[in-house]
């Protein structure tokens, strides 16, 4: 018998039927997220359009197409109080009910990822639906990506902690609620799962990734059947010269659209933050500020609707993006009108306290930035770029979503899948990484990190193999640990032990390994002079036993199944007596060593 009693060591490696278990379990149970996800999406869809009419025209109706204009309301100049009464039904939703529901969504996300154990309350799913419905109903200029990535993750979330999965695996199905969630409701599975690797899974393996893949695989089929199969904006077809010298002058033209959506996207993430913290520091409670921020958004949908025939602002703006995409809206400077007028509408709408996302809004203000560009340059252009308003436009919807989110490869795939637009691909990925990497000069957080810096946690922005984590623990193992006789018999005896040793002790009876003790701990008792019964006492049963060519990373997951602090290294992961020990290494250790070597800093 060995440190904890059983009969055989805790090895680095887990038996072939309890690992398949394990895995055939997630992924199970990430399809089943997956199906809720979509469900949750539909029933979002149908909320949203449901309240949209009630606010609208007073009529009890699930007819509703983001893609067309609204009409203009009945109501006339009294459409002005609607966003108002939306806010105090989102404020009494959010106040009371669950807080986590206020703003986006994603950072909340996140932040139950890497500080709360992927623990998300069940409330918060549909206090988010109710909340973020009513918001895009009412006029909000908010989008509703956040929102249903916020429904999949707590849903993901909640059937994890009722099931009882540990904490990685619930941590996987809040990735994967989330992926599922933008699978099913933008028919767009690529970037669900992009979206889920760039920003929510703190870890990216074999037993996270399948998993998330087949949640967003079952949400979109799903919502397919639920929501229908088409893409949700219609682009025509983009010939973009990238040959020679056309090519060039193609890539140039690009370029300067990628730094100008970089500086608006700085402009939109600091916007939308100076506006929240003008409101917190207005008199009054939360009803009065997010009820004041939404009248003024109100009144700049009268007067949209009054002057030009269109709210053009109100809820997803899907139908502004689409005129903007086939060029029914000529001018440049009412298209920068409007680009201004959303920006000011969406900081009005999340600044002052509503539920809603930013996808929405970033899209629109791409597309009115990167329509704007076209037009203004276009008298200048070479004859081979005059063309080319359908591709700036769709260049700079990722770009901007890029430059907001920080998540550039999912901005890229989104848009390809959104808009069915493939030849796009090259300006695509320009745009969007000149708009991050100019945002990131000047502002290192994200509309999403942001938060939770304000709020100090701290979250990694990069997606990086840590490299000590691949390394051997023979490697990384401290000064060999000192062996310590506590054969029976010899109660009476004290311990000798060098005042200079600061190794972990192992603890031995003949060949016999009886437990480890901490280096501390051990020098602790050899001032004291203690006894040998009370070093026999202090010492810590329970320990795994690893092979010495075993990475790091295993090393750590050995001791955390085990649920133990300290791991006996031996040659073959086997412990086979006490000659087979070749060191010590304590969890606390380990931890610290991980950093990176100083030539990847």
């Not at 899209?363 to 004859?383: C, D, H, S």
């Not at 920080?406 to 990925?429: C, D, F, S």
């Amino acid at each position: 018998m060995y440190g904890d009693g059983t009969m055989e060591p805790q090895h680095v490696t887990t038996p072939s039927r309890a690992r398949v278990v394990d895995a055939a379990r997630a992924m199970t149970l990430a399809v089943v997220v997956g199906i809720l996800a979509a469900v949750g999406a539909f029933l979002f869809h149908a909320i949203i359009a449901l309240f949209h009419n009630l606010f609208f025209f007073g009529r009890f109706s699930f007819a509703y197409d983001a893609a067309t204009h609204t009409h203009a309301s009945p109501l006339g100049a009294w459409i002005i109080v609607i966003p108002v009464v939306g806010a105090l039904i989102v404020a009494f939703l959010v106040r009371d009910f669950a807080h986590e529901a206020r703003g986006a969504g994603v950072a909340e996300v996140i932040d139950a990822v890497y500080y709360r154990r992927g623990v998300i309350r069940p409330a918060v799913a549909w206090v988010k639906t109710l909340a973020a419905s009513v918001s895009l109903g009412s006029g909000g200029a908010v989008g509703r990506e956040g929102p249903i990535i916020q429904i999949g993750a707590a849903l993901g979330s909640a059937f994890g902690q009722w099931v009882r999965v540990p904490a990685w695996e619930r941590t996987m199905l809040v990735a994967a609620g989330a992926s599922a969630g933008i699978a099913a409701t933008f028919n767009a599975p690529a970037a669900g799962i992009l979206f889920a690797i760039e920003m929510i899974l703190p870890e990216t393996s074999v037993r996270t990734l399948v998993p998330v893949m087949l949640a967003a695989v079952s949400a979109t089929e799903i919502g397919r059947t639920l929501l229908g199969t088409g893409t949700l904006l219609a682009f025509p077809s983009v010939a973009i010269p990238l040959s020679g010298t056309a090519g060039v002058e193609t890539l140039g033209f690009y370029a300067v659209l990628g730094v100008a959506l970089g500086l608006v996207s700085l402009l939109f993430i600091r916007t939308v933050y100076a506006f929240e913290d003008g409101f917190q520091r207005i008199p009054g409670n939360y009803y009065i500020r997010h009820a004041l921020g939404m009248a003024v958004v109100g009144v700049i949908l009268y007067l949209l609707v009054r002057h030009s025939g269109h709210y053009y602002v109100q809820g997803l703006s899907y139908a502004t993006v689409h005129d903007i995409v086939v060029g029914q809206i000529v001018s440049w400077r009412f298209l920068l009108l409007l680009l201004v007028l959303k920006l000011l509408a969406t900081s009005l709408t999340l600044g002052s306290g509503s539920s809603g996302g930013i996808f929405s809004p970033s899209l629109f203000l791409g597309a009115a930035l990167g329509a704007a560009y076209a037009q203004i340059l276009g008298p200048w252009l070479p004859v081979a770029l005059q063309a080319q308003l359908p591709g700036a436009v769709l260049a700079g919807m990722g770009g901007l979503v890029a430059g907001a989110t920080g998540a550039v490869l999912t901005a890229v795939v989104m848009i390809v899948e959104l808009t069915g637009n493939h030849t796009a691909i090259v300006p695509l990925l320009l745009t969007a990484a000149l708009a991050y990497g100019v945002r990131r000069i000047w502002l290192r957080h994200n509309m999403y990190s942001m938060k939770l810096y304000r709020r100090g946690h701290h979250i990694p922005d990069f997606l990086q193999t840590n490299v000590y984590l691949l390394r051997a623990v023979q490697d990384v193992l401290p000064t060999p640990c000192v062996f310590i006789d506590l054969a029976a018999g010899e109660d009476a005896a004290a311990v000798e032990v060098d005042a200079e040793t600061l190794v972990h002790g192992v603890g031995v009876d003949g060949q016999q390994v009886l437990g480890v003790l901490d280096a501390g701990r051990m020098q602790e008792l050899r001032r004291r002079g203690a006894r040998r019964a009370e070093w026999s006492t202090a010492l810590d049963t329970h320990f795994a036993v690893v092979a010495a060519r075993a990475p790091v990373a295993d090393v750590l997951g050995a001791m955390r199944s085990r649920r133990c602090v300290f791991a006996l290294v031996t040659s073959d992961g086997t412990l086979h007596g006490a000659d087979s020990v070749l060191g010590v290494v304590s969890r606390e250790e380990l931890l610290q060593g991980g950093v990176l070597p100083d030539e990847w800093d």
